[in-house]
């Protein structure tokens, strides 16, 4: 298992990128090994496996009124395991005990540099770069124990990818959500009610932010059901495209 960067024009098709293997992590000075594949040939894990994830829920407006509720003044936090951290191509497993798992299309920020009491001005200053995110959820789990622990934190219930793209303005990006190629969610960063900043000074002030975790900043509306046989697609603007097969535990 190694770290590496994607390279080739945004442009080009996928089969038609390299990854060069980077001597050691990403969160210093890169240098390279000098090793390089084509990208088919390189089975992509997710790209962090983080210390935490950190959720923020109801953060668009349509989202919020299609789960029945205006949205909250401040963000409302909650974490996911970092077991529950997939890669793309990766399987998202049905728990026996739930009937209703629904996709959740998010962006995620990946910190670069730990954050603590950070203010909103210099939020960004920590970030790595951005993904995609598929904050996987049990609905039926999540009305009946009244919060989210169980049900956003099984096992396979957070896929992340396809990979990190540093070098990237996400305020205003299109983020849609395909289910078997039929498009549920279409949306827009731009329409998050605590943008970037606010929740990373927000949730710094709670709780220390190292490198590598992993921020979810919230789903446009449209979330709906996955069930077995499923294949899920998060493609966001300017990052790519998280794919995973749905199947049961």
Not at 38 to 66: F, T, W
Request: charged share 20%; proline share 8%; hydrophobic share 40%.
């Amino acid at each position: 298992m190694l770290w590496g960067t994607v390279e080739g024009p945004a442009d080009a098709p996928l089969d038609a990128l390299t990854v060069a293997a980077i001597d050691g992590h990403p969160f210093a000075s890169i240098s390279f090994t000098g090793e390089r594949w084509a990208l088919p040939d390189v089975r992509l894990l997710s790209p962090i496996l983080p210390s935490k994830v950190v959720a923020v829920g109801k953060n668009y407006l349509d989202h919020a009124r299609e789960m029945g509720g205006e949205a909250p003044a401040t963000p409302v936090i909650f974490l996911k395991p970092s077991t529950s951290v997939i890669g793309t191509g990766d399987t998202i497993r049905l728990p026996p005990d739930s009937v209703r798992v629904d996709h959740e299309g998010e962006l995620a920020v990946v910190i670069g540099r730990p954050a603590r009491d950070v203010s909103r001005e210099n939020a960004m200053a920590h970030v790595l770069g951005y993904t995609a995110a598929n904050d996987v959820t049990a609905r039926d789990q999540q009305k009946a124990d009244g919060q989210f622990t169980r049900a956003k934190g099984h096992d396979s219930f957070c896929p992340i990818g396809p990979w990190i793209e540093t070098v990237l303005d996400p305020r205003d990006l299109r983020l849609a959500a395909r289910v078997n190629g039929e498009v549920r969610q279409d949306g827009r960063t731009s329409q998050m009610i605590h943008d970037i900043p606010t929740l990373i000074a927000f949730m710094s002030a709670v709780m220390t932010l190292l490198p590598g975790d992993v921020i979810l900043t919230g789903t446009p509306a449209g979330v709906g059901p996955i069930t077995d046989g499923d294949t899920v697609t998060i493609e966001i603007e300017g990052i790519g495209e998280l794919t995973n097969p749905v199947r049961p535990k």
